[in-house]
């Protein structure tokens, strides 16, 4: 599966962004998909997670409440929705994608496939 992000951008503390990961192929729906962060001199950390039929979704503690993760099997897209933003979600953001595993995991080595980053960036 190939992953394509998109809808990155500069938004003020508060303000939110929404997230699109375009994938490519037939078996979507095979696949659990994740979204990733990495600042710079950090590592990659888990944001969100959801399962193949979008039923179960995983946060990370410090964006519970504030972003939702989401999938459409018919349009083969997977959606993060961040709101309250932070200067601390400041990140490149990636969209992963894995069959091998059929529930959700927050950990990045059990991901496959990796879309290109898309940048965030929140001003205080």
């Known amino acids: 599966v190939q992953l394509q992000a998109s809808g990155g951008g500069l938004v003020q503390a508060g303000g939110s962004l929404r997230l699109s990961c375009a994938a490519s192929?037939?078996?979507?729906?095979?696949?659990?998909m994740g979204w990733f962060r990495q600042a710079p001199g950090k590592e990659r950390e888990i944001v969100a997670a959801?399962?193949?039929?979008?039923?179960?979704?995983y946060y990370a503690d410090s964006v519970k409440g504030r972003f939702t993760i989401s999938r459409d099997n018919a349009k083969n897209m997977v959606y993060l929705q961040m709101n309250s933003l932070k200067p601390e979600d400041t990140a490149a953001y990636y969209c992963?994608?894995?069959?091998?595993?059929?529930?959700?995991?927050?950990?990045?080595?059990?991901?496959?496939?990796w879309g290109q980053g898309t940048q965030v960036t929140v001003s205080s």
């Open positions: 992963a994608a894995d069959a091998s595993y059929s529930n959700i995991s927050p950990d990045k080595r059990t991901y496959g496939y």
């Open positions: 192929g037939r078996t979507f729906s095979r696949y659990r």
């Open positions: 959801i399962n193949r039929s979008g039923g179960a979704t």
